[in-house]
């Protein structure tokens, strides 16, 4: 059975910064897609970041770039999301996606929730201000 298992969030103030982990299991993600979702209360789920496959090109949403980094380690399936400078409206529980097709021929596809397969039940992260 393929998990995905987020942590790492929690409660923070305004500036911080938090480090979100996501462990894989039943399944190797190593070389393939990977990416970050966050859905706020009352909100659809919106992109944050994703990574390729090798880990050479990430991806990231104008509201997050420059604060957060995406980075992955295939040897040991995990996924992260580096937070810094975190403010109220990063408020959201967060989750971990993966798919299982071997790149998406379109950069565009990356952004897609409904492109990944796999998903984490979510980190909740709350930031104060």
């Known amino acids: 059975q393929v998990q995905l298992v987020e942590s790492g969030g929690g409660l923070v103030q305004a500036g911080e910064s938090l480090t979100l982990s996501c462990a894989a299991s039943?399944?190797?993600?190593?070389?393939?897609?990977m990416g970050w979702f966050r859905q706020a209360p009352g909100k659809e789920r919106e992109f944050v970041a994703a990574i390729a496959g090798n880990g050479a090109v990430s991806y990231y949403a104008d509201s997050v770039k420059g604060r957060f980094t995406i980075s992955r380690d295939n040897a040991k399936n995990t996924l992260s999301l580096q937070m810094n400078s975190l403010k109220p409206e990063d408020t959201a529980v967060y989750h971990c996606?993966?798919?299982?097709?071997?790149?998406?021929?379109?950069?565009?596809?990356?952004?897609?929730?409904?492109?990944?397969?796999?998903w984490g039940q979510g980190t909740q992260v709350t930031v104060s201000s």
């Open positions: 039943g399944r190797s993600f190593s070389g393939l897609p």
């Open positions: 996606a993966a798919t299982w097709k071997d790149y998406f021929p379109d950069s565009r596809l990356y952004y897609a929730p409904n492109e990944y397969n796999y």
